[in-house]
């Protein structure tokens, strides 16, 4: 298997789960991702070892998330009242301490935000390490100790950001451990 070849795991982003995943019916603003996407990744996320690091970028983030029994928040747009986390704008996210996100991050980052979906209830092997100022979560990791983050925004689209570099290279680090 694929699984047995690899050091970790980046799952990058991309369009919207199918909210069936978790038992919804779609919103009306869904534009789901193939479904052959989301297959090849849920299987390859039942198949890794716990030893294996895995980073979730934005739909990384959510289909970790739902995979481990999570929900998403379906359009955020409708809980904020605005749109305040899509098309790239640069937002403060409060890391919370002791986390894997504060080891590699520091105690806040500023990303950009291209999403209208978010994480919802967070799966019972995850915990929520970073938010953004409206309380959107903004990140999540394993409660296990295993390397597994997420993030809901997009770091590779801020590679000048030191942060951005500090978590790539956490991860790296962590995928040669």
Known sequence: SVASFIDGLVIP???DLDATLWGEPNHPKSDPIEKERVEFELALLKELS???PILGICYGCQLMNVAWGGSLVQHLP???NNDSHSGGTLQSYSIEPGTKAELALGSSVVGQSWHH??????ASSLRASAHAEDGTIEAVEATDGRWVLGVQWHPERTMESVETRRL?????DACRE
Do not use: C, E, T
């Not at 979906?117 to 967070?122: E, K, L, M, N, S």
């Open 13 to 15: 982003g991309g369009k």
């Open 50 to 52: 716990i030893s294996k």
């Open 78 to 80: 409708d809980v904020l």
């Open 117 to 122: 979906q978010a994480i919802g209830r967070v």
């Open 168 to 172: 790539f290279a956490a991860f790296v």
